[in-house]
């Protein structure tokens, strides 16, 4: 694959990640993973002076969270994230792409319809490229917002 090429796939892979999530499609999301996945929220909290870590699973922890969703007491307005890929950096072999995208995740109350936008950050994707195209070998959601309220358990 070409530069351009390359670049146009592991876009596509961020976009369909949203696609995937924001139809609750977890099986369609774990098919654009590698098997080495891992998922994490991360956010910095200013009065603490550090890092948090909100959530922290490889692939068959993350496959159990979306499996056990159904059966949290959780807020099920819907969620739709956008995504802007800013930069794709290749690594010299070509088999690796380091991706940082802008997060914004609006939700829309179940109780009038209302938008609001709920969460911003970014998305710090590793993306492992391979004869079968790119898939997402590690995601790490680096967000700025830190007031979720209760009862969200969806990844972002």
Known sequence: MTTSEQRHAIEELVYRSCLALDAKDWKGFLELCDPGFRYAITAFSPEIRKDMTWLDHDRDGFATLL???????????????HATVYTVDVDA??????????????????????????????????VTLGN???????????LDTRLLGFGYHVPF
């Not at 079968?132 to 680096?142: C, D, E, I, Q, Y």
């Open 93 to 126: 072999a070509g088999r690796e792409a380091k991706v940082v995208s802008a997060l914004q995740v609006f939700r829309t109350a179940l109780d009038g319809g209302a938008t609001e936008l709920f969460a911003v950050g970014h998305f710090h994707d590793t």
């Open 67 to 81: 499996g056990n969703l159904p059966k949290h007491n959780s807020d099920h307005s819907p969620i739709t994230r």
């Open 132 to 142: 079968v195209g790119p898939k997402l070998g590690a995601r790490t959601v680096r």
